[in-house]
């Protein structure tokens, strides 16, 4: 009997603007969303708050399949979590940065990471959606 590869997908949590969220991501880095569903008024305990909104999400970043949704269910969505990339080139990583601190704040602005670590640089963005995101990429001065 063949065993099954698992993957661990990361699940998104928004409080309705998960879709502004999504395609804010697609901008920064590329990719591909896979299926979107909304709540409707026809979807069983629906509040008018989330009709039109994001049931369901499933997207593809680099190689990572990522999902979300808007949750009603909870006071506070959850962003204790921290997103990392690893970019190709120090570009890539200033583009991303620059769309992921449109209306949210750089931590750490992108710069090389401190001895003993692997030579690269690094930076933290928290994007309007709460999320923080670890932007890393090659240092450039190491080549």
């Not at 921290?82 to 710069?111: D, F, N, Q, R, Y």
Request: net charge negative; proline share 6%.
């Amino acid at each position: 009997m063949e065993k099954k590869k698992l993957e661990v997908i990361p699940y998104l949590s928004f409080k309705g603007d998960c879709e502004e969220a999504v395609h804010s991501y697609m901008d920064a880095f590329g990719g591909e969303i896979y299926h979107i569903s909304h709540w409707s008024e026809n979807t069983f305990n629906v509040t008018p708050e989330q009709i039109g909104k994001v049931m369901h999400v499933e997207f593809v970043i680099g190689s990572t399949r990522m999902a979300a949704g808007d949750s009603f269910d909870c006071a506070e969505v959850n962003t204790g979590i921290k997103l990392m990339i690893h970019m190709g080139t120090e570009g890539e990583a200033l583009h991303a940065i620059s769309v992921l601190s449109e209306g949210g704040t750089v931590l750490a602005p992108l710069k090389p990471h401190p001895e003993p670590d692997d030579g690269g640089c690094g930076a933290m963005i928290e994007d309007r959606f709460g999320f923080r995101w670890i932007i890393t990429c090659p240092n450039p001065a190491k080549k």
